[in-house]
Nanobody, 123 residues
Framework: QVQLVESGGGLVQAGGSLRLSCRASGRTFGSYAMGWFRQAPGKERAFVAAINWSGGSTSYADSVKGRFSISRDNAKNTVDLQMNSLKPEDTAVYYC????????????????WGQGTQVTVSS
C-alpha cells in the first residue's frame, strides 16, 4: 500500500506562484508513475500533470502547459508541482496520485490518492 501526503497549498494572488509537494511511503517510490489532479467546486476531478518513474517523461493538461512543472526526487520520495502565473480558475483542491506501474498513460486511473490540499487564487 502507498500513503501520499500533500503540502504547500494556500492563498495566492493571480500571477503568483506556489509549489506543492507530495511525500510517499509504503512502496519503493521509484517503481511507479505519479500525478497531480485537481477538483474545483462543483466540478469533477481533473488531470493536471503526470511523471513517469524516472522523471524522464512528463505530461500536462492543456490548461496548465507552460505554467506548471512536475518533478520528482526518488531519493526523497517526493513529487512536486511548481505552479507559476496562477489564475483564479486554478483554484481547486489539488490531489497527489500514484499509478500502479512505471509509466503514465492517459487511459490509466491512479491507484493511490492523497487527501488533497487547497489552492486558492484571488483576482
Amino acid at each position: 500500500q502507498v500513503q501520499l501526503v500533500e503540502s504547500g497549498g494556500g492563498l495566492v494572488q493571480a500571477g503568483g506562484s506556489l509549489r506543492l509537494s507530495c511525500r510517499a511511503s509504503g512502496r519503493t517510490f521509484g517503481s511507479y508513475a505519479m500525478g497531480w489532479f485537481r477538483q474545483a467546486p462543483g466540478k469533477e476531478r481533473a488531470f493536471v500533470a503526470a511523471i513517469n518513474w524516472s522523471g524522464g517523461s512528463t505530461s500536462y493538461a492543456d490548461s496548465v502547459k507552460g505554467r506548471f512543472s512536475i518533478s520528482r526526487d526518488n531519493a526523497k520520495n517526493t513529487v512536486d508541482l511548481q505552479m507559476n502565473s496562477l489564475k483564479p480558475e486554478d483554484t481547486a483542491v489539488y490531489y497527489c496520485a500514484g499509478y500502479s506501474g512505471y509509466l503514465y498513460y492517459s487511459s490509466l486511473s491512479p491507484q493511490y490518492w492523497g487527501q488533497g490540499t487547497q489552492v486558492t487564487v484571488s483576482s
